[in-house]
């Protein structure tokens, strides 16, 4: 069978498990809940095995920021499942008296959820948890690009799921044209803002509702009334984590001149204090996906002055923790998201100067201000538009499952994580329940003489 001929086939079972209503209990759903958490516990070691062969990621960033978040989503999901799923009562009004009314949520039915490399682990499980929850069947796509980790999340799903319920698929950029092909009742991406143009576009052709956690340059003002030690310390975490290869990384850096100096300094001091004095031999730090990366980001780097770092080692897929001092915005390094371990710095001397910048850019996916001012704060919150924003912070409002995680403009459309998971992935009907003991006459023609009663009805 061609690829096309084996993706149709399993997209029609898929279609026909979720028909028989299987997935649709509370009981059902947990314990697949249950039994995802206990594979993904037997093969935690294996899984931090192929995260340090993919990526080096050391066992701590893996389990903190793939497996641990993941375990702690299916955790909130089992605990919370059957309020989501219980009718949300809400009061009638005086036009539809006497009635019940609730909003019932309803899976959508077959799901596509389609995952980079970078998070290779997180990024597909925690939205197939609230595909689950939410009573779908789901088609999993992972990336090429970390194929050991792949391979371990297959024997997650093959051990642990009837293949009519979830399906993996593995695969090039063909696996990925030939599931968009087929006609899903959501499609939930995660990637590069041009993929996810391609993928609205195959969705388009059957009206299919897409949630798209795509990228972009997420700013970090750091301004001169902030705690600039702990700004660079928190900084310099976020930039290097996972090599910089993180949607939610801070892209470039825009900081007031009169505290730039000093920045930098304790930025520097806090790089060799995770990393020491070579991040080559560290550990803990991460290598970049694959070589090809490698060299587009050492171009990024040229014509730049480099304040630290900017060394490589193409074979070993390594780059050196790196700060680019820029005089403007000009230089290439600004055009593109730059997924690694590249920080641009860029001055400002007044406030509005840094808003008018992040303003005249795409939308990105996390803002990141530090500041002391409550004043700046708000300027920042009310002036400018983000899928996030973190206050002397970065990254970490991913860690909490009650904030909705999610872009905006073409950083991304629609959110998830906790209770935003399982609405992300249900419809959410209304469902009225209308008495037949009173039927109100004025609805119904003629109309003469009704006007009145109307508008005193719909004021």
Not at 105 to 119: C, F, H, K, Q, S
């Amino acid at each position: 069978m061609t690829t096309a001929e084996i993706v149709s086939q399993k997209h029609e079972n898929l279609g026909l498990f979720f028909e028989g209503h299987t997935t649709l209990p509370y009981s059902f759903r947990v314990q697949q809940l249950k039994l995802l958490r206990a594979a993904i516990k037997k093969h935690e070691a294996a899984l931090l095995d192929a995260f340090y062969t993919d990526l080096h990621k050391s066992k701590f960033e893996a389990y903190g920021t793939e497996i641990g978040i993941v375990l702690e989503e299916i955790s909130d999901h089992l605990k919370e499942l059957k309020k989501w799923m219980s009718p949300q009562k809400v009061s009638d009004n005086l036009l539809n008296f006497k009635s019940s009314n609730a909003i019932i949520a309803e899976p959508y039915g077959r799901i596509l959820i389609i995952t980079p490399w970078n998070y290779p682990f997180q990024l597909l499980f925690a939205p197939l948890i609230g595909a689950i929850s939410a009573g779908n069947t789901v088609a999993l796509k992972s990336s090429p690009y970390t194929p050991h980790v792949s391979e371990v999340m297959r024997q997650i799903i093959s051990e642990t799921f009837a293949e009519d319920y979830i399906a993996y698929f593995e695969g090039n950029r063909d696996m990925n044209e030939a599931l968009l092909q087929q006609k899903w009742d959501l499609i939930f991406f995660t990637g590069s803002p041009e993929l996810g143009k391609v993928v609205m576009q195959h969705a388009a052709v059957h009206l299919t509702p897409v949630i798209l956690e795509l990228g972009g340059k997420s700013p970090t003002i750091v301004c001169k009334d902030a705690d600039i030690r702990l700004a660079a310390r928190r900084i310099a975490w976020g930039k290097f984590l996972n090599a910089g290869q993180t949607c939610l990384a801070p892209d470039y850096l825009l900081i007031h001149k009169s505290v730039k100096a000093a920045f930098l300094q304790y930025f520097t001091e806090a790089v060799k204090k995770f990393y020491g004095n070579d991040a080559q031999l560290s550990p803990d730090y991460g290598r970049i996906v694959n070589t090809q990366t490698v060299d587009k980001l050492v171009a990024l780097m040229e014509n730049a002055e480099v304040y630290c770092g900017g060394k490589s080692d193409r074979e070993d897929r390594y780059i050196e923790p790196t700060v680019l001092l820029l005089p403007n915005a000009d230089h290439a390094v600004m055009s593109v998201e730059i997924f690694g371990p590249i920080l641009p710095v860029l001055e400002f001397d007044a406030l509005e100067e840094a808003i008018r910048f992040v303003r005249a850019r795409p939308k990105p996916l996390a803002l990141y201000l530090f500041s002391s001012n409550s004043e700046t704060c708000e300027r920042f919150m009310s002036h400018t538009s983000s899928g996030a924003m973190c206050i002397n912070e970065v990254i970490m409002h991913i860690s909490n499952s009650k904030l909705p995680f999610g872009g905006v403009g073409e950083s991304g459309m629609g959110s998830y994580h906790g209770k935003f998971s399982f609405e992300a992935f249900s419809h959410l009907k209304p469902v009225l329940d209308k008495s037949t003991l009173l039927d109100v006459p004025v609805r119904y023609p003629p109309y003469e003489g009704k006007m009145l009663i109307a508008k005193g009805l719909l004021h």
